[in-house]
């Protein structure tokens, strides 16, 4: 998380998680630029490290060994991880355009996506082949490769267009992983075919020539066909088609060829090369744009032509560094130079290597052995993350200020106002107000545009009104993304009861600092807000607005419901028989605590926040279809807490089976090392209502019952008869975890209503 003594004065924005990135966030994490901050935007938590990829598809590596966790590392430097996709650039603005949050401001920019194989340019290859980049989307093919070929026996034909070093490592590295499968299995691996298509005569082409007789040898031996001069034109279903008139029936094409620049830097008006990269100075500085950075593979340096190879970029990681700091300051930038001669280090599927470099050549299993040590050196600066420099967090601002700017600071710095001198500006407000459309409704008579004191709102005939609020600081820094689970968290109750959204009012706290950063982070949160409360056709009719140490943000919802009740859910109401069923995954408390303390898995996060902004509106319908009897959402008092304030009222019993719990990946693991919520001890309490708690304290969802959920599920008692049928339509609807995790029984007035099983009773037979 930002700092919140610190007031921001300048942003840098990163675009992709390259390798020159995960080099200067870990920079800027070792050594902060007091006033700056750094905001990551990426489509991938995982990046790859390219060296490891041919090992972790051979079968030498796993998936987190080859992995960069692009979340973890941002939170180690204090940087904000914008989990979005990015489709253009305003530099008339200085913006980022993103496909699913407003525009990200930034004072300086850099961008590090790397290159993508230009299918586009050969016939049919966009639709059937498929390219080694992005890498996410390789994976999933290769391990669907991978399951097809062990599953089904016959023959199997793998094309790989590309004889580089990258196509050539591939595909004895895929060669290597899916015979060895085969043979696990006791089957033939000759059942495999590899063919290798090189568009120019020789292989390794910018390789020596003992070093492509190497791989021609190697190549041989394994029985990869290698067609030269062959460049690829064609690609149909199950099948390629050369320049000379060849054709092969291949069962899946593996593009790694011509590569390109991503097709979204055309119209940002920054100078490119002719095949689509960014044009850079010897600085890292774009031609284009003193503000605009480049590096890595989607960066073409002037007057140095270089192979597309992951050692560039991670050399350039240092001075880009360096020189973002340096244009920030207003100080001359470093140059940098690239080496003359670099070490390739290529695999043959096996723990064996190649090393080329210039005219040098060596091979053997040591030159593996040494390129695995390298490999995982350069691994364990991203893994071992020590905490951030307090002293440099501690130092003052450096950058240069306007007069303006240098005002504004001074007073973010100085002692604050209470009272309404903490609101924030009426014509920062107005900006923001001017940004944001939410949805209108008839019944709002005076809403959020009219400059009246409040809101006017219309009951209408027959309704009454349900009233919630909820209110808790941003854990997270992505304020679009806690301006959605923010608004699904107030959003719960009213769902929970049965009822219909009608209006919000939001109360909004900001952190004091520049105008225009306050400004950008109030327009991405509350539009993350709206985007939520539209969904639910729940308009946003005025609220509140102040300063604060911390980012926060809540809602007070009115809902309607019929005035005769019907409809309506309550925790009371649970009858003995009804099936208790949970429409998320618990977790969420335990994984946050362990993120904070870098202990997480950035995958795992996803999945936290994927959850905690799925609204509970599609559910709450399910439910209440299949005759629920009582509902809640389950929030901070956690699953064990909300369920006593269920039975109590119901006057029941109930009977959790801790097996059938649906738990967020990682959760177990988390609260098993002890990294809890600080609200898990006060909601230890509600243990004293189990009636067996010996039965579930060995249990690894044991300590999940206490676990405070941020916008949690929906738990509900439903008739023994609907429980299948809602279990089926839940899942249909998204909630792909909701689960039936116990029964309601019969009260016992000498025992404590809860009771735990580990595994559920057998259901009787016939």
């Not at 070093?165 to 499968?181: P, W």
């Not at 300063?547 to 925790?571: H, P, Q, V, Y």
């Not at 303390?597 to 509106?617: E, H, T």
């Not at 629920?628 to 119901?650: I, K, N, Y």
Request: a positive charge; one cysteine or more.
């Amino acid at each position: 998380m930002q700092d919140a003594g610190q007031v921001v004065l300048r942003d840098i924005v990163l675009v992709g998680g390259g390798h020159s990135h995960v080099g200067v966030i870990k920079r800027f994490g070792m050594r902060p630029l007091p006033g700056v901050r750094l905001t990551v935007i990426c489509t991938d938590t995982d990046t790859p490290y390219s060296g490891m990829l041919p090992g972790y598809v051979a079968g030498h590596y796993s998936y987190d060994e080859v992995h960069i966790d692009l979340r973890r590392l941002a939170e180690f430097a204090g940087a904000r991880f914008y989990r979005d996709e990015v489709i253009g650039l305003d530099r008339d603005q200085r913006r980022v355009l993103c496909r699913d949050r407003p525009p990200v401001p930034y004072d300086r920019l850099s961008i590090n996506i790397g290159s993508m194989p230009a299918v586009g340019l050969v016939e049919g290859a966009s639709e059937y082949a498929v390219p080694v980049k992005p890498i996410r989307r390789f994976n999933e093919r290769w391990l669907a490769l991978l399951e097809r070929v062990c599953r089904h026996a016959g023959r199997t034909t793998i094309a790989v267009v590309g004889a580089g070093a990258g196509g050539v490592e591939l595909t004895l590295a895929m060669q290597y992983r899916l015979r060895g499968e085969l043979q696990r299995r006791g089957r033939d691996p000759d059942e495999l075919a590899f063919h290798l298509f090189a568009a120019e005569s020789d292989i390794l082409a910018t390789h020596n020539a003992r070093v492509r007789r190497s791989f021609e040898r190697v190549l041989a031996k394994r029985g990869v066909v290698v067609h030269r001069a062959a460049e690829v034109i064609r690609v149909s279903a199950g099948q390629l088609c050369t320049r000379g008139g060849e054709t092969l029936a291949a069962d899946e094409v593996v593009w790694v060829t011509q590569a390109g620049g991503a097709v979204w830097l055309r119209q940002t008006g920054l100078a490119l090369d002719a095949a689509g990269f960014i044009e850079v100075r010897a600085t890292l500085q774009t031609v284009s744009d003193p503000l605009v950075f480049a590096a890595g593979d989607c960066a073409a340096v002037l007057g140095r032509p270089l192979e597309k190879a992951g050692v560039f970029a991670v050399r350039q990681g240092p001075v880009l560094a360096e020189n973002l700091r340096r244009s920030l300051l207003e100080r001359p930038l470093r140059v940098w130079r690239p080496q003359r001669r670099w070490l390739a280090l290529i695999s043959t599927g096996g723990r064996y290597a190649v090393a080329s470099r210039a005219e040098m050549h060596a091979e053997g299993a040591w030159v593996w052995r040494w390129k695995d040590w390298l490999d995982r050196r350069f691994m364990a600066r991203f893994g071992d993350l020590l905490p951030m420099d307090d002293q440099a967090r501690s130092q003052r601002a450096l950058v240069p200020l306007d007069e303006n700017e240098a005002w504004q600071a001074r007073s973010a710095l100085a002692m604050r106002c209470g009272g309404c001198g903490a609101k924030l500006g009426g014509t920062l407000l107005s900006r923001v107000l001017a940004a944001l459309h939410p949805i209108e409704r008839a019944d709002v008579l005076i809403g959020l545009r009219a400059s009246d004191d409040a809101a006017i709102v219309r009951v209408p005939p027959g309704k009454a009104l349900v009233h919630t609020v909820d209110f808790f600081r941003s854990f997270i820094d992505d304020p679009w993304l806690f301006g959605r689970i923010a608004a699904n968290h107030a959003l719960g109750d009213i769902f929970a009861m049965g009822a219909e959204a009608q209006t919000a009012t939001a109360i909004v706290t900001v952190p004091p600092g520049l105008e225009r950063k306050i400004e950008d982070t109030l327009l991405q949160m509350l539009s993350g807000a709206i985007a939520v409360l539209d969904d639910v056709g729940c308009a946003l009719v005025g609220g509140h607005s102040g300063e604060g140490s911390d980012l926060a943000l809540g809602f007070a919802i009115s809902g309607l419901i019929d005035e005769n009740l019907a409809g309506m859910l309550r925790k009371g109401g649970m009858r003995p028989g009804d099936v208790l069923i949970l429409t998320k995954a618990i977790g969420v408390g335990t994984l946050l605590a362990a993120h904070a303390r870098l202990r997480a898995r950035g995958r795992w996060i996803d999945q936290a926040l994927a959850v905690m902004a799925q609204s509970n509106a599609p559910g709450a319908r399910c439910l209440r279809e299949h005759g629920a009897t009582a509902c809640t959402d389950v929030t901070g008092f956690g699953l064990l807490g909300h369920l006593v304030e269920m039975v109590r009222p119901s006057r029941v019993a109930a009977e959790i089976v801790l097996d059938d719990l649906p738990v967020l990946d990682g959760a177990v693991e988390t609260s098993a090392a002890g990294m809890l919520s600080s609200l898990h001890t006060a909601n230890l309490c509600s243990r004293r209502y189990l009636r067996n708690p010996e039965q579930g304290s060995g249990h690894p969802h044991y300590p999940l019952l206490y676990d405070p959920q941020t916008a949690g599920g929906l738990l509900a008692s439903i008739p023994q008869q609907g429980a299948d049928a809602c279990l089926r339509t839940l899942w249909s609807l998204g909630y792909d975890k909701a689960a039936s995790i116990g029964r309601v029984l019969p009260a016992d007035v000498h025992a404590e209503p809860i009771c735990l099983l580990a595994q559920a009773r057998p259901r009787p037979s016939g």
